[in-house]
């Protein structure tokens, strides 16, 4: 049997918004141990027997940040294959295209199991041999879900009926009486999202369930750009044609229509971590319930969730808080309205603002770079890039940059010029001057960049020659 592991990894992470952001979503965020939930998901499969492979769908976007929060991790090196999405267009077409990759590269027996990435599950051994168990049933042709069993009567998951491994019936979220009733019965479920099924098993259901999703996707698939090195795929879909593709999840696609699915019970410690509650009860509460991350001075302070990784924050006489400060945003809320916060990321997002997209330090292929001050007329960044990484060659109509090195060397390519910029030295980039930025060392080298001009937006670019396929 080959077992394949399929990282879905897209979404937003509103709930746990000002940490999650759109180019820094849920999937990214470390937990105390250092580890994001990403490396977590990724590890939880690598890990499993049988693996070789990883497969992961992600936004084209968060590609090379994937691939770095990968490299921390894999220690084995086990070849990574990944499917990069122009937008979302939700479960149904991300798990077709998995299914179409995994018959293409390893043949219709192969077993997919689709993890998603900003989901914690604390006991590996009994999630292994949930695995196990759902192999078997999908080597028997099922589409199998996980269900967890339930300890509280919670109205955030949709819920599955069943007797052993079969199916009675799928439940929508429900209300807290019925949350209730269902709990009592012992006969119902927490749907997971995760699933295991054969590669050509899914193809087939989808065939008969959802045809034009299916149809459009290997339409895609055929006109997507595809590239191969060692031990590692990449599959980038074409933009035009995977907006044709319909936007469904493959739980009202396939899984609710068809009548070979079934159902692995387990308790493996799992969370969605779907709000800033379940993501604070991960730590150890004090004397007075408060669960802090970061330094926080309190007085007279109970049952709260305090994070802040940058400042000192100081709270008095409140209750039931939740209080999560960044550079950029300060989200302060009630831990009963822990859900809501996702109306404040959707309200940024209607507004255009920033805050909703990224944070002050932004991720690039190449490295970083962190915005530490800005006015209309100038804009002061922190640029670091990783050893033997490259800029594009670029050029910006509306402004002009000056660089200092302060840590390691530079090459540089200034107009017709190319030169070595070493720690304590600049040059000055006119606008309208091609210009590259490269680290020939093997230690980062970090840099100051101040640009002056009428317009300093990140979309004044022109790039030339990109390694990163950004052209």
Known sequence: MKLIPAILCGGAGSRLWPVSRELHPKPFIRLADGQSLLQKAFLRGATLPGVTEVLTVTNRELFFKTQDEFREVNKAQLATSFILEPFGRNTAAAI??????????????????????????????????????????????????FGIQPDAPETGYGYIEAEGNQVLRFVEKPSLEKAREYLDSGRF????????????????????????????????????????????????????????????????????????????????????????????????????????????????????????????????????????????????????????????????????????KHHLTVHRPWGTYTVLEEDPSFKIKRIEVKPGASLSLQMHHHRSEHWIVVSGMARVVNGENELFVNTNESTYIPAGHKHRLENPGILNLVMIEVQSGQYLGEDDIVRFQDVYGRV
């Open 96 to 145: 077709a295209a998995a299914a179409l990759h995994a018959v293409k590269a390893h043949g219709e027996d192969a077993v997919l199991l689709v993890l998603a990435a900003d989901h914690l599950i604390a006991d590996q051994e009994a999630f292994a041999n949930a695995v196990a168990q759902a192999a078997v049933l999908a080597q028997q042709g099922k589409l199998v879900t």
């Open 189 to 356: 479920l927490w749907n997971s999202g995760m699933f295991c099924f054969q590669a050509g098993t899914m193809l087939k259901a989808m065939q008969q369930h959802c045809p034009d999703i299916l149809a459009a996707t290997q339409l895609c698939m055929a006109q997507s750009r595809r590239a191969e090195g060692k031990d590692l795929v990449e599959l980038e879909l074409d933009s035009a044609s995977f907006a044709q593709v319909p936007d469904n999840s493959i739980d009202y696609a396939v899984m609710e229509q068809s009548d070979q699915v079934a159902v692995v019970p387990c308790t493996i410690g799992w969370s969605d971590i779907g709000s800033w509650t379940a993501l604070g009860d991960l730590s150890v509460a004090d004397s007075d319930g408060n669960r802090i991350d970061g330094e926080a001075l309190l007085h007279d302070v109970s049952n709260c969730y305090i994070q802040s990784n940058n400042r000192v924050i100081g709270a008095v006489g409140v209750d039931n808080l939740i209080i999560v400060d960044t550079p950029d945003a300060l989200l302060v809320a009630d831990k009963a309205r822990a859900q809501d916060v996702k109306h404040l990321y959707k309200t940024l997002k209607t507004n255009g603002h920033d805050a909703h």
